[in-house]
């Protein structure tokens, strides 16, 4: 069955960098555009960045220049660096397959503050 595994969530200064990972399994992980989101609290779940089987990226506009979404097919693995990070990114940031799927990771926690 899919499964999705994030990783790198942790407390940063503002200003600083994170780079979270989400591994893969259960599908043919190159044949899937893949995704990360992000929920704050109150908030609704957001896309932050997205890319394509062809690599091909889009981005939320509030994380352009900062953020950057990337694959390693080889290694089924998803990451996401977060650079120049501010308070308001602290949130849950989820993988999901694709764009439209049921299939989410279980998120992990990025708390940006001093």
């Known amino acids: 069955q899919v499964h999705l595994v994030e990783s790198g969530g942790e407390l940063v200064q503002p200003g600083g960098s994170l780079r979270l990972s989400c591994a893969a399994s259960?599908?043919?992980?190159?044949?899937?555009?893949m995704t990360w989101y992000r929920q704050a609290p109150g908030k609704e779940r957001e896309l932050v960045a997205g890319?394509?089987?062809?690599?091909?990226?889009r981005y939320a506009d509030s994380v352009k220049g900062r953020f950057t979404i990337s694959r390693d097919n080889a290694k089924n693995t998803v990451y996401l660096q977060m650079n120049s990070l501010k308070p308001e990114d602290t949130a849950v940031y989820y993988c999901?397959?694709?764009?439209?799927?049921?299939?989410w990771g279980q998120g992990t926690q990025v708390t940006v503050s001093s």
């Open positions: 890319i394509s089987v062809s690599s091909i990226t």
């Open positions: 999901r397959r694709s764009y439209a799927s049921d299939y």
């Open positions: 259960g599908f043919t992980f190159s044949n899937y555009a």
